[in-house]
């Protein structure tokens, strides 16, 4: 199994930015990539950023390219999603997902941009 724990939400101004922390532990050499999920009240989840494991390939939901980027570091099990350039339509609970053949999930943290 893989334990997801998020760090770093909270308040924002529009136009500001926050970083998200995603440390994972337990089988962490099966993971194949893990990315970001968010959630807005009444939505569904939708995908917001991957990053490959081995290669570090990234890929971007349209909506946050250039304005997002997501990293990690590999010796501490940990990924990162720096948010600049915030937009009150970011505001959602993210979460972080990693998948070893199935998929773990975080249990979420608030972002709450202000306009």
């Known amino acids: 199994q893989v334990q997801l724990v998020e760090s770093g939400g909270g308040l924002a101004q529009a136009g500001g930015s926050l970083r998200l922390s995603c440390a994972a532990s337990g089988r962490t050499s099966s993971i194949y990539d893990m990315g970001w999920f968010r959630q807005a009240p009444g939505k569904e989840r939708e995908f917001v950023a991957r990053i490959t494991w081995s290669g570090g390939s990234t890929y971007y939901a349209d909506s946050v390219k250039g304005r997002f980027t997501i990293s990690r570091d590999s010796a501490k099990n940990t990924v990162y999603l720096q948010m600049n350039s915030l937009k009150p339509e970011d505001t959602a609970i993210y979460y972080c997902?990693?998948?070893?053949?199935?998929?773990?999930w975080g249990q979420g943290t608030q972002v709450t941009v202000s306009s």
């Open positions: 997902q990693a998948r070893v053949g199935i998929t773990y």
